[in-house]
């Protein structure tokens, strides 16, 4: 069974400050996903990563895959209320279900 | 392209009674997969339709039933009804069915179901 940690489960942070979420396994995966879910709404996927070592970047989100796929990482930098949700990771293992994370919840206050 | 969408939004059931809910995937995608979301258990899955077949199974009883049309809508079904049933249910949809790439979801707003 492929188990997904995420950490912090619980961020509150004030508005122009930088944060990072954890997303920890033990299994290695083939790709690595990550979705933000806004109260009331489905989580909205927000990036693929599928190469080890990989950093993307969406505006001010970075996102990095550990080197041996069993990792990743999420960093907010200088952060808005509009950053505010669940922060859920999921990982693909080939051939197996789609796990996901508990979720970060993140909390931007102006 | 239309987005994912789910009906009802909103649920209210008593216990014992039986509850359908539907989800109409993205134009042109054939895997559906639902999910409950509970803040105590997180994201759970339920299971995944392709093309009219379930592939997978989470671990839910079998209370909780599916299944997909031709048109690759898809409904779930939950009968006896318990209190801890109450839950988001989430539908979402993909271009490829899961163990085929990266397996992006897209997902639909949720039917928010309430067991009293």
């Known amino acids: 069974t492929q188990l997904l940690e995420q950490s912090p489960q619980f961020l509150s942070i004030q508005e122009g400050e930088n944060l990072t979420v954890y997303c920890n396994s033990s299994s290695v995966f083939s790709s690595l996903q990550w979705y933000r879910q806004e109260p009331g709404e489905g989580p909205v996927l927000l990036v693929t990563v599928v190469t080890g070592g990989e950093v993307k970047k969406l505006k001010r989100l970075t996102f990095q895959f550990g080197d041996a796929r069993k990792d990743s990482s999420l960093h907010i930098t200088a952060a808005q209320p509009g950053d505010t949700g669940l922060y859920l990771c999921a990982g693909v293992a080939a051939g197996n279900k789609l796990t996901f994370g508990g979720g970060t919840r993140v909390l931007v206050k102006p | 392209k239309a987005g994912v969408t789910q009906t009802p939004r909103y649920l209210i059931k008593t216990r014992g009674q039986q509850v359908t809910l539907s989800c109409s995937p993205i134009s042109g995608h054939r895997s559906v997969s639902w999910y409950q979301q509970t803040p105590g258990q997180g994201l759970q899955f339920l299971f995944e339709?392709?093309?009219?077949?379930?592939?997978n199974k989470g671990n839910f009883p079998g209370r909780f039933s599916g299944r997909q049309f031709s048109n690759s809508r898809s409904e779930m079904n939950v009968s006896t009804l318990e209190l801890g049933d109450s839950a988001l249910y989430l539908c979402a949809s993909s271009l490829v069915a899961q163990g085929r790439g990266s397996y992006e979801q897209y997902f639909g707003p949720g039917t928010r179901l309430t067991v009293t």
């Open positions: 339709y392709f093309s009219e077949t379930q592939r």
